[in-house]
């Protein structure tokens, strides 16, 4: 992989920004498809997503063909550098955060912890064959879920991107929290199969 991680970071979000209108929106419903098709999809419980911006794919179609027993979240940035997770349905109100992404507009005392939830889509910038994945560069993820590297699942992490984000070959840092797998549009890698 290139060492420069900047430029790859650039590279990547230009290709999902540019992808066209109408194929996103079909992306979205056949990403959905494959997220409920997880073998560890739960039936109940908390699941967090993301709200798409800077061209994520999206989980609206997700979202809504959640089982009912299901509570959808989304992630607030916390001052310790963690994400909490607020319950989110469309119509509540919500409340930009520091980088204008949107989150719910809920006290500090109704927020969840990343241990509460049972699985967490999380957008990527970039990945690999392997599951290895390139986020923003800003910690979130692998500080909130760094438990997971001396326990097993849940919450089931799973990363959601657009095929032309795939890269050949990204290297893991230490403190990447590995995903148990990442699903786009028309595939879905399980990275507990993988090696480093």
């Given at each position: 992989m290139t060492a420069d991680r900047t430029a790859l970071r650039r590279e990547l979000r230009d290709r999902r920004r540019a992808l066209p209108a109408a194929r996103r929106i079909e992306a979205?419903?056949?990403?959905?498809?494959?997220?409920?098709?997880?073998?560890?999809?739960?039936?109940?419980?908390?699941?967090?997503?993301?709200?798409?911006?800077?061209?994520?794919?999206?989980?609206?179609?997700?979202?809504?063909?959640?089982?009912?027993?299901?509570?959808?979240?989304?992630?607030?940035?916390h001052d310790d550098g963690r994400l909490r997770f607020g319950p989110?349905?469309?119509?509540?109100?919500l409340v930009s955060n520091r980088h204008g992404?949107?989150?719910?507009?809920?006290?500090?005392?109704?927020?969840?912890?990343?241990?509460?939830?049972?699985?967490?889509?999380?957008?990527?910038?970039?990945?690999d064959e392997r599951g290895h994945r390139l986020g923003m560069g800003g910690g979130w993820y692998d500080r909130s879920f760094a438990f997971r590297q001396r326990q097993v699942a849940p919450p089931w992490l799973v990363g959601a991107a657009f095929d032309a984000q795939r890269v050949d070959l990204l290297d893991r840092a230490d403190w990447d929290v590995a995903l148990d797998a990442v699903c786009t549009e028309t595939i879905t890698l399980d990275c507990s199969r993988t090696t480093a």
């Amino acid at each position: 992989m290139t060492a420069d991680r900047t430029a790859l970071r650039r590279e990547l979000r230009d290709r999902r920004r540019a992808l066209p209108a109408a194929r996103r929106i079909e992306a979205a419903d056949r990403l959905a498809a494959h997220l409920l098709a997880l073998p560890f999809a739960p039936q109940e419980g908390y699941v967090a997503g993301y709200w798409a911006s800077d061209g994520e794919i999206a989980l609206h179609a997700w979202q809504l063909r959640l089982p009912r027993e299901c509570i959808y979240c989304l992630p607030v940035l916390h001052d310790d550098g963690r994400l909490r997770f607020g319950p989110w349905r469309p119509g509540d109100p919500l409340v930009s955060n520091r980088h204008g992404i949107p989150e719910p507009d809920l006290a500090p005392v109704s927020l969840l912890e990343p241990e509460q939830m049972g699985l967490v889509v999380a957008p990527l910038v970039g990945f690999d064959e392997r599951g290895h994945r390139l986020g923003m560069g800003g910690g979130w993820y692998d500080r909130s879920f760094a438990f997971r590297q001396r326990q097993v699942a849940p919450p089931w992490l799973v990363g959601a991107a657009f095929d032309a984000q795939r890269v050949d070959l990204l290297d893991r840092a230490d403190w990447d929290v590995a995903l148990d797998a990442v699903c786009t549009e028309t595939i879905t890698l399980d990275c507990s199969r993988t090696t480093a």
